[in-house]
């Protein structure tokens, strides 16, 4: 497995290829968990704030 890291023009990308090259995986997880997380709080307050027809 090479050591080097294909760069990318989108941040995002960046930021987990560095994750991955540090092995920190499990960092990497919690900050996807938690992406996640807020996603799912965001749709539920659309839901929720949708009247009815």
């Known amino acids: 497995?090479?050591?080097?890291?294909e760069h990318s023009t989108l941040p995002q990308d960046a930021?987990?290829?560095?994750f991955l090259q540090e092995d920190n995986a499990d960092r990497l997880t919690d900050v996807l968990v938690d992406a996640l997380d807020e996603a799912f709080r965001i749709?539920?307050?659309e839901l929720?704030?949708?009247?009815l027809n």
């Open 1 to 5: 497995m090479s050591n080097t890291i």
């Open 15 to 18: 930021a987990i290829a560095l």
């Open 43 to 45: 749709l539920n307050e």
């Open 48 to 51: 929720v704030s949708r009247p």
